[in-house]
């Protein structure tokens, strides 16, 4: 674990920094905001505590700018709730109080180490896969991590890289497809200063920042064809060019790369270099999708409904088993990804002494959030609407109200648990910000009050 911190606070923060190097952090300290920015350009870093007063609103946005992808921590001396709730605002993803406390940063700490590397799996599927992948961890072969979107690709690709020799040294990942073509160069090989117009320094790129590690190329099959080459020749001769550079650099790194098309496929249509296509497929981990991992879907919802449990800060219920019945009988086009969203919502929603169905809320053929039953009629009773299975369990708070009533009022709900984070709400919800923004202003016009930025306490 690689951890900034950024500030000073009367040495509270080098007090926070020698608790976090005696877990087995490797700290960096930076006394400001550009000279983190400048260490984050020539080290990298997975976690940043930031000192409360400093200008953490204006950070997270040049951070995303810069690519990058790390959660923030705001740090500050007392308790007010205020404080930590403008922190959480601004994009921090938690708020310490100082002097700080040798559990809550070992605390911190493990959670952000868990939120990339969860690996959770019962079915024989995935234990077989699993089985495969701890047997080549050893090895420096490159892997290629296959599947549909949101199997946990990217969390085999931390279990392979924990149960490698380099366990100890960097993992970095890159999003292929999120970063515009023509920075990703620059993203993964680095760019010397004015190398281009916007260069104001040298930036080291992941291949570097992974140097002794991994790194993970992240849907790999979106790079642009010419990018390839150059990947290619990385790959080849352990050394990389940064852009406007004259130096070859040195690299040590294992690759391992994920796709959820066919790359087969892409290469007979032209889009994918044969030649690196072999070069990252010299072991291929394929996740099967989670329709096909019935006991995982148990495991899974069973871990989020803990997880989302105690990050709301709200009771934590069992599963009643008519709820995992209709779990097991939905087809999950999501995978992982769309069960998280859904057990993040159901804790939210429930009721009584267990999660229902009634809280079990999945999309239509139309993309509504409905309660309605989607297996089939042996598995669900004919389509019955859900909350009726569930008699006194907290069911009947659905009973009566359409479809579009309660999409509506567990958006506004999930806005005021959220403090009116539009970006936060959408996430948990598992919709698109714009589609949330359309559903914001069609309430508006109908007279709803919607929740704003910083509105209120926490509904939930």
Known sequence: MRLLIVGTLDGQLGAASQIAMERGAKVT???????????LRTRGSDLIMVEISLDIPSMIPRLRAEHFSLPVVACGIGTDPKIAAAAIRGGAKEYIPLPPDAELIAAVLEAVAEDSQSFIYRDAVMKNVAKLAEQVAPSEASILITGE??????????????KSRRASKP????????????????????????????????????????DGGTLLLDEISEMDVRLQAKLLRAIQERQIDRVGGNKPVNIDIRIIATSNRNLQEEVKAGNFREDLFFRLNVVNLRVPPLRDRPADIQALADYFAEK????????????SNDAMRMLKAHTWPGNVRELENTMHRSVLLATGDEISPSAILL?????????????????MADGTMASELDGEAGGATLVG?????????????????????????ANILGISIRTL??????????????????????AI
């Open 437 to 458: 923004r359309n559903k914001l202003n069609q309430y508006n016009s109908e007279g709803v009050s919607v929740p704003q930025p910083g509105d209120g306490q926490r």
């Open 308 to 319: 989302y449990a105690n990050v709301n800060h709200v009771p934590e219920r069992p599963i």
């Open 29 to 39: 300290h930076a006394p400001d905001i550009e000279t983190a920015f400048n260490i």
């Open 363 to 379: 999309p239509d053929g139309s993309g509504h959030l409905t309660g309605y039953s989607v297996g089939s009629e042996s598995d």
């Open 401 to 425: 109200k359409t479809v579009a009533e309660v999409e509506r009022d567990l958006i506004i709900d999930t806005l005021k648990h959220c403090l009116g984070n539009r970006t936060h709400a």
């Open 149 to 162: 979107s949101g199997t946990g690709k990217e969390v085999m690709a931390h279990f392979v890289h924990q």
């Open 171 to 210: 993992f970095v990942a890159v999003n292929c497809a999120a970063i515009p073509e023509n920075l990703l160069e620059s993203e993964l090989f680095g760019h010397e200063k004015g190398a281009f117009t916007g260069a104001v320094a040298r930036r080291i790129g992941k291949f570097e920042e992974a």
